[in-house]
């Protein structure tokens, strides 16, 4: 089954990208420095972009802050188990 949704994100991004190669290579040939400047700082496709590294990182801080968590109970527990041996 395709994904309807993930073709219309990917055509958005691919046509937003194009949108932004465009502009770049317009600002280029029209050797402004600062026009290649502003197109890279305030096009759609960088605030997309942006955005989506913005999600992954925080996916990943959740996903290491879950290792960490499950680390701290196993640690816990093996030092349950080492009072309990030493009691015994």
Same mark, same amino acid.
């Given at each position: 089954?395709?994904? &309807? !949704?993930? %073709?219309?994100?990917?055509? &958005?991004t691919t046509? &937003?990208? !194009?949108?932004?190669? %465009?502009?770049l290579?317009?600002a280029y040939?029209?050797?402004?420095k600062d026009?290649?400047y &502003?197109?890279?700082? %305030?096009?759609?496709?960088t $605030? @997309?972009?942006?955005?989506?590294?913005?999600? $992954?990182?925080?996916q990943?801080? #959740?996903? #290491?802050?879950?290792?960490a968590a #499950?680390?701290?109970v #196993?640690?816990q527990?093996a030092e @349950? !188990?080492?009072?309990?041996?030493?009691?015994?």
């Open positions: 089954m395709i994904d &309807s !949704q993930s %073709n219309i994100k990917d055509l &958005s046509s &937003s990208a !194009q949108d932004m190669v %465009n502009k290579f317009a040939t029209s050797g402004d026009a290649l &502003s197109v890279v700082a %305030n096009h759609a496709y $605030q @997309q972009r942006n955005q989506e590294v913005a999600e $992954q990182v925080q990943l801080k #959740e996903a #290491e802050q879950a290792r #499950e680390q701290l #196993e640690a527990q @349950q !188990q080492r009072h309990r041996m030493v009691r015994s």
